[in-house]
């Protein structure tokens, strides 16, 4: 053979081997197989009358979830008459967790109800995502509920639910929120009275999605206090979250609770009932020094919002001084929301000085949007505010001043600290042109910061015309070696 | 330059007028007394991750312990922030900062640091081969490993020149200085209790890597990620789920995996006696099995469940709590 034919034959080879499919390259171990060869062996192992043979067998096929004959082998294995098989077939269907059916998941919902607690645990650990799967259908995530669809998943729930394992009632009861039927009311309501507290616990913020109001309300209180505190504020939180008129004798008992967690929770339920009530003092307080979950401090201030405008005033105000600053945001919202007159300047300067940006936002917004409300004092005093983001809005929220007021306000941040608010005052001046501002800008020329000097020359050259010029070209002779200058003049030479 | 307060003197004191050393029950310590610790997050402290870990942990030590740690940690940009010398414990996620390219100010403030009696402690700092092509992958899997890596070792060994990272073995004491055993493993599948127990975490231990001082004190410790075990909820449950990855083995395995087709690639780890294990893995990044160094072949099984997750978060508590225990202590 020539050795052209050689070298063609030879790259003819190594092409085919590199377009072989990674998966079938056998780059495991000593020997040569390729993926379904080893699933043939495996498949062989699961028909051995030896017991660990098929373990073995059931564990080397979950690596190759993609050959077809994988889930249903595991599958089969779920009816293996060996324990230890069976719960090895649990764990290697949960590897492939991704890879199976809708009809494969209602398969293996069965194994809840297997003699062997380990398989149920098993089953068990992966259930809510088991559960999601088996409600679907191929290439549809809400099939229409079918009978057969509801008993495939149902009773192997419902039996989860009453095991004797209470990490299996656990991950059945996280399994409850995602049917779309209504499940019989009886063993629901007895979840409330488990005798694992964790169960209890995870029980009540998923009954309350499950049940009606009245049913879960009912059952609540016909269960009694809790001996768990965890369970009893899991209960106050979940009713504080979505009250209803149903829940309030409820959430009247949670008042009185021993414990302050759970007793203002309860409270805010109860506020958000009936917020003409009033904020009872130990919500209050709560709301004054805790964090508070964004979402109860939302309701909790539309609900007073919702008060007459002087009632909503005085609270909202009460609250400007909490520790947590989501809060004084909100209070300052609804606060500065309630005036039709301007609000009290020394009042609105607090919120302008506040440490967190976000009550800064809020009372600056209002002076964006509602200048007629802002007295000349509270703007003549922001030089003196001690954030810039506030100095660097003063010159905007002046804009409906007579012009010298806004000169008048432009100087005073002609001296502030930072270049960015001089910046801005300067071109403010240049803008207006008010008596003596050739002097200004002149003094700007010396400015310690280059950007100073390069925005007061450039108004000098390019707006404010012949005197502009004028001014800044004797600058330019009187300094010489000013940094300035040499960019004026230069300026100045390639000017028409 | 940084003027280190002197760390050794301070931790002396605080021990000394600990209840550890007086008699004291642990809840006498006045607030006054609390131990903060330094927490490097580069940009927002409310982006890091596994944000309630350390807290929950510091929680938990000032609960076991009479060491009354705040929960709060003194969050810091820079290891050339002087707020580094206000405890004698730093901890730092290894995902917590992008870039470990080491300032020469942050080099020279770190060795001050550690020459003055502190410890940095670098979460996920040990990241198998297969977890370094992305830093989150390593804040997910816990994968035993006696490399650090070697970004973290370059760096570190650059903060202490001539000093390398050496392997804490599975007996130290650093494993056993307040808890000395695992918690109860009756509730673990009885598949996975004996190599639970015997070989993936014995008597309490753990893949550490530490670089110690000329005096022969741990300076820098690096461990595989274990914060994701740390972290409680306002009820106290734990924030995220756990699972095991346990090697299993059935009679007639060893010819089978010998032979088996992989599809992605193989990588080595190291044990802490140096010897290599081959890892196999099947896409994505999922060790399916591997080859011992004693020629065993075994393959990885992936076990989830509440008692799984219960037990780990335990054990990472544990753990947690023995290494700040132990530094504290050896410290003073």
């Known amino acids: 053979m020539n050795t052209f034919l050689k070298t063609s034959r030879f790259l003819t080879t190594l092409t085919a081997f590199l377009l072989l499919p990674a998966a079938l390259l056998p780059v495991g171990g000593l020997a040569a197989q390729t993926a379904a060869e080893t699933v043939q062996q495996a498949l062989e192992d699961l028909r051995s009358d030896n017991p660990e043979t098929r373990r073995g067998g059931v564990m080397l096929i979950a690596k190759y979830p993609g050959q077809e004959e994988t889930m249903k082998a595991l599958l089969k294995a779920l009816e293996d008459p060996e324990p230890a ?32 607690p380990e ?35 149902e009773e192997p729930l419902l039996a989860a639910l009453s095991d004797s394992q209470s990490l299996v009632r656990l991950k059945a009861v996280e399994s409850l929120r995602y049917l779309r039927w209504r499940l019989p009311t009886d063993p629901l309501l007895d979840l409330m009275q488990d005798p694992d507290p964790e169960i209890r616990l995870q029980a009540y913020p998923v009954l309350s999605s499950v049940l009606t109001a009245g049913e879960f309300a009912a059952g609540a209180l016909e269960s009694g206090p809790d001996p768990d505190h965890r369970v009893r504020l899991a209960l106050a939180e979940t009713l504080a979250t979505q009250p209803a008129p149903e829940t309030r004798p409820l959430l009247q008992e949670l008042a009185g609770d021993a ?58 105000a009460s609250l400007l001084e909490a520790d947590n600053a989501s809060t004084r945001a909100r209070a300052a919202t609804i606060w500065l929301r309630t005036f039709s007159e301007p609000p009290p300047s020394e009042g609105l300067l607090d919120l302008l000085a506040d440490d967190a940006p976000e009550v800064r936002q809020q ?37 409906s001043l007579p012009g010298e007021d806004q000169a008048r306000l432009a100087l005073q941040l002609l001296l502030d600290t930072e270049p960015d608010v001089r910046k801005a005052a300067l071109e403010r001046i240049a803008h207006l042109q008010p008596a003596g501002w050739p002097g200004l800008l002149r003094a700007s020329l010396r400015d310690p910061s280059s950007r100073i000097q390069r925005a007061a020359a450039a108004e000098l050259l390019e707006n404010l015309g012949d005197e502009g010029r004028r001014i800044a070209g004797d600058f330019a002779r009187d300094h010489p070696d000013q940094p300035i200058a040499s960019w004026i003049r230069e300026r100045l030479r390639s000017a028409p | 330059m940084t003027q280190p307060l002197p760390l050794f003197p301070l931790l002396c004191l605080f021990l000394l007028s600990s209840p550890l050393l007086t008699g004291q029950a642990p809840d006498t310590l006045a607030p006054d007394d609390e131990l903060r610790v330094v927490q490097l997050v580069e940009g927002d402290p409310l982006q ?108 570190m060994e650059a903060v202490l020149p001539g000093r390398t990272f050496e392997a804490l073995p599975r007996s130290h004491p650093i494993f056993q200085g307040f808890y000395n055993r695992l918690p109860d493993p009756e509730s673990l599948p009885e598949a ?83 010897s290599r294990d081959i890892i196999y893995t099947q896409p994505p990044h999922v060790p399916a099995w591997v080859q011992e160094p004693d020629g065993r072949w075994r393959v990885f099984r992936y076990y989830h469940g509440p008692e799984i997750s219960e037990f780990a978060h335990q054990f990472y508590t544990r753990l947690g709590v023995n290494i700040f225990v132990y530094l504290l202590a050896e410290g003073a």
Request: charged share 25%.
């Open chain 1, 363 to 399: 009372a600056l917004h209002f002076a964006a949007t509602r200048p007629a409300l802002v007295a000349p004092a509270t703007l003549f005093a922001l030089p003196e505010n001690p954030f810039m983001d506030v100095r660097l809005k003063a010159l905007d929220l002046a804009g």
């Open chain 1, 259 to 316: 414990r302050s967690e759970v007793r203002w929770r309860a409270q805010a339920g109860l506020f958000l009932l009936s917020p003409e009530n009033g904020l009872p003092d130990e919500l209050h307080s709560a709301l004054m020094e805790k964090e508070i979950d964004r979402g109860l401090l939302f309701r909790l201030f539309n609900a007073i919002r919702s008060l007459p405008a002087e009632s909503g005033r005085v609270l909202a």
């Open chain 2, 192 to 274: 996975i209790r004996d190599y639970v127990v015997n070989e993936k975490w014995p008597r309490g231990s753990y893949s550490a890597m530490a670089l110690h001082t000329e005096s022969g004190r741990i300076a820098v410790l690096a461990t595989p990620i274990i914060a994701l075990g740390w972290g409680r909820d306002r009820f106290g449950r734990w924030s995220s789920p756990i699972s095991f990855r346990v090697r299993e083995s059935a009679e007639g395995m060893d010819e089978r995996l010998r032979a088996a087709a992989s599809s992605g690639p193989s990588f080595e780890s190291r044990r802490e006696d140096g």
């Open chain 1, 85 to 116: 098989v069976r719960r090895a077939a649990v764990v290697s269907l949960s590897e492939n967790a991704p890879r199976i059916q809708p009809a494969q998941a209602r398969i293996l919902l069965r194994s809840l109800e297997d003699p062997d």
């Open chain 2, 48 to 155: 890091r991750n596994h944000p309630a870990g350390l807290p929950s942990l510091l929680s938990e030590i000032a609960r076991s312990t009479p060491f009354a740690f705040s929960p709060d940690p003194v969050f810091i940009q820079s290891f050339a922030d002087p707020r580094l010398f206000e405890s004698p414990v730093a901890y730092v996620n290894f995902a917590d900062r992008s870039d470990w390219e080491l300032s020469a100010a942050e080099l020279e403030a770190l060795r001050t640091y550690l020459n003055s009696g502190g410890f940095l402690f670098i979460d996920a700092g040990i990241n198998s081969e297969f977890l370094r092509e992305d830093a989150r992958l390593g804040q997910r899997h816990s994968f035993a490993d006696w490399e650090v890596t070697p970004v973290i070792a370059e760096q």
């Open chain 1, 119 to 153: 398989v149920r645990l098993g089953t068990a650990a992966w259930l809510p995502q088991l559960t999601l799967l088996a409600l679907r259908n191929s290439g549809n995530r809400n099939p229409p509920i079918t009978d057969g669809l509801r008993k495939a998943i």
